[in-house]
């Protein structure tokens, strides 16, 4: 079982990492995360809904850290594959997010290099569905 899903696996992995080192950061520095993302978005969005976006994209990226780690947990146990679904589909909705946030701040080198892990994680969810 483990070798044969290696791959969706070794995915949710790699995703929950780098779902867990972007918060982190965030969190870590969160007076120069408030005023990088304010001066990113500046003009374009306001103050408080720029503060409420971190917000929001912190708790989306610990829940689908979570949900990642339980995923593969219930998927190597017991085989059940609903749990890595929903953590996918939710990687997925918080990268066209972010997506959508860089295109909004005219970032389009960081819009494109989200497109990689979109991919990722959309691939990582066709394996799921097979």
């Given at each position: 079982?483990?070798?044969?899903?290696s791959?969706?696996?070794?995915?949710?992995?790699?995703?929950?990492?780098?779902?867990?080192?972007?918060?982190?950061?965030?969190?870590?520095?969160?007076n120069?995360?408030?005023?990088?993302?304010?001066?990113?978005?500046?003009g374009?969005?306001?103050?408080?809904l720029?503060?409420?976006?971190?917000?929001?994209?912190?708790?989306?990226?610990?829940?689908?850290?979570?949900?990642?780690?339980y995923?593969?947990?219930?998927?190597?146990n017991?085989?059940?594959?609903?749990?890595?679904?929903?953590?996918?589909?939710?990687?997925?909705?918080?990268l066209?997010?972010?997506?959508?946030?860089?295109r909004?701040?005219?970032?389009?080198?960081?819009?494109a290099?989200?497109?990689?892990?979109?991919?990722?994680?959309?691939?990582g969810?066709?394996?799921?569905?097979?």
């Amino acid at each position: 079982m483990l070798l044969s899903n290696s791959t969706v696996i070794l995915i949710s992995a790699f995703l929950s990492i780098t779902y867990f080192f972007s918060a982190f950061e965030k969190i870590k520095d969160w007076n120069k995360t408030i005023k990088y993302y304010n001066e990113m978005f500046k003009g374009r969005l306001s103050r408080k809904l720029v503060l409420v976006s971190i917000y929001v994209i912190i708790v989306v990226e610990l829940s689908s850290i979570l949900l990642f780690l339980y995923g593969n947990f219930s998927f190597i146990n017991s085989e059940s594959r609903i749990v890595l679904q929903y953590a996918f589909i939710i990687s997925s909705i918080l990268l066209l997010v972010l997506l959508s946030g860089l295109r909004i701040a005219k970032d389009y080198q960081g819009a494109a290099q989200i497109g990689i892990y979109f991919l990722i994680s959309i691939f990582g969810l066709y394996l799921m569905e097979l």
